[in-house]
């Protein structure tokens, strides 16, 4: 589903309105709310919005556990950081239990052990079925999405949950979940704004398979749902925006 806002103050409204929505209704059903968030620029007043009233006493805190779709291979006090990131604008100002928070990196650890590590640690929280509640996606003007760039062998993973590799254009390493895993979410969220994503965009939605290219073609929730909350920028080239 596609839904189209005016602006970003609605889009990021919608998207606190989401995750409290996703929230209140896995703690309903089995006492523990599963969320992997995204970073990038386009969560961030979003987070912020969760972390203040109203949304902030709308959520049982101590019932959430946090996770990444994606992280650079830095430390977590590092700028680009998602982690920290998150930690600065909503981690820090809700009570959720440090034992709950999921970082996707580790000192001293490679990331293609780490990696192995976290699917690991994924299977045992969630179960062997790895169905996240909900996941946060962006997307890049190139179409990528989490770490699933254009190009990078990842695209083709069927198997592996989590995946690291070493991203020659950026040059540092990547981890991220992978699509196989993603797509078994009960819902999936994409946030993006701004004229820059408009033609990726549209390819996305709208062009052929070429997932190779545009690897946010990957994500399709086998049982669940993908919603794209974008402003009218992003949505400007879309033919069809019902």
Do not use: C
Not at 186 to 203: D, R, T, W
């Amino acid at each position: 589903m596609i839904e189209i806002f005016k602006n970003t103050e609605e889009q990021n409204i919608a998207a606190a309105e989401q995750f409290v929505q996703s929230a209140k209704e896995a703690i309903a059903a089995k006492g523990i709310f599963n969320v992997a968030l995204t970073g990038g620029s386009s969560p961030e007043k979003f987070y912020k919005l969760l972390a203040e009233s109203p949304y902030r006493e709308q959520v049982e805190w101590e019932k959430v556990a946090i996770y990444w779709g994606d992280e650079r291979w830095v430390p977590l006090d590092d700028d680009k950081s998602n982690a920290k990131m998150a930690e600065r604008t909503l981690l820090s100002h809700v009570p959720i239990p440090k034992e709950q928070i999921y970082f996707m990196y580790k000192d001293g650890v490679e990331p293609e052990t780490y990696a192995l590590d976290y699917e690991h640690l994924l299977k045992k929280n969630l179960g062997p079925e790895g169905s996240f509640d909900l996941i946060f996606l962006g997307m890049g003007d190139d179409g990528h999405t989490a770490s699933l760039f254009p190009g990078e062998a990842v695209l083709g993973e069927e198997i592996q949950w989590v995946d690291a590799y070493f991203l020659i254009p950026q040059d540092m390493y990547r981890i991220t979940l992978t699509a196989p895993l993603i797509n078994k979410a009960k819902k999936i969220v994409f946030v993006l704004y701004g004229e820059k994503k408009a033609h990726a965009l549209q390819q996305v939605l709208e062009g052929p398979d070429q997932h190779t290219k545009y690897p946010s073609q990957l994500i399709k929730p086998t049982n669940g749902e993908v919603l794209w909350f974008i402003d009218e920028a992003a949505a400007a080239n879309l033919t069809n925006k019902a």
